[in-house]
Structure formats: structure tokens, C-alpha cells
């Protein structure tokens, strides 16, 4: 299984970006998929999650401005991010714990928001 992330980009303060996940390989189903990100000189951060019910929860940080959503039909999960901050500035990493069993990352997408 690989996950292949894309969406990232150079934002102003204010503006929006859409990330992607998409899967691939021996894929039956998922259990829970989420988004981390690491800023430069920090540990990596859990963002948001989807759960199989499709419950979704958010860091703090985010909430209210990040709204994670997904495509099981292909096997795709997405992160829109609207009203960004110079602080979203980091390294997004998408999550898959998939069914038969493991977990995945996705390589990255850099996200920089500045003017």
C-alpha cells in the first residue's frame, strides 16, 4: 500500500488550499484516516481524523478552519484548510490505517503560508 499526497502549496494569510490522499494497493476498507503536519524545529502534530462512522475530530489549533472529509470509493482522504496563518506552515502528512491491517503515511506536502 502507498499514499500519495498532493495539494500543498504557497498560500497568502487568509487564502485556502484543498489537500489530497490518495491509496493504493490491497486496500479492503478503512478503520480511521487522518492529517499530521510538522512546522521546521518541531515535533509532528496531529491535525485531524475521520473515523469509520465518519465522526470527524480537530486540533485546536484548527477548528473551525480545517474540515477533513474522504472518499472511500477512492480510497482518497482530504484536508480543506481555509483562513490559513503563517503558523499552518509545516510539512502535511496524510494517515491510513487500512484494512487487512496497517498503518500508512503518506511522503508529504509542504504548505507555506506566508505574504
Known amino acids: 500500500v502507498q499514499l500519495q499526497a498532493s495539494?500543498?502549496?504557497?498560500?497568502?494569510p487568509g487564502g485556502s488550499?484543498?489537500?489530497s490522499c490518495v491509496g493504493?494497493?490491497?486496500i479492503f476498507g478503512?478503520?480511521?484516516m487522518a492529517w499530521y503536519r510538522?512546522?521546521?524545529?518541531?515535533?509532528?502534530e496531529w491535525v485531524a481524523r475521520i473515523v469509520p462512522g465518519g465522526s470527524t475530530n480537530y486540533a485546536d489549533s484548527v477548528k473551525g478552519r480545517f474540515t477533513i472529509s474522504?472518499?472511500?470509493?477512492?480510497?482518497?482522504?482530504?484536508l480543506q484548510m481555509n483562513s490559513l496563518k503563517p503558523e499552518d506552515t509545516a510539512v502535511y502528512y496524510c494517515y491510513m490505517n487500512i484494512l487487512p491491517g496497517g498503518e500508512y503515511w503518506g511522503q508529504g506536502t509542504q504548505v507555506t503560508v506566508s505574504s
Open 24 to 26: 493504493s494497493g490491497t
Open 38 to 44: 510538522q512546522a521546521p524545529g518541531k515535533q509532528r
Open 70 to 78: 474522504r472518499d472511500i470509493t477512492k480510497n482518497t482522504v482530504y
Open 7 to 12: 495539494g500543498g502549496g504557497l498560500v497568502q
Open 30 to 32: 478503512f478503520k480511521d
Open 17 to 19: 488550499l484543498r489537500l
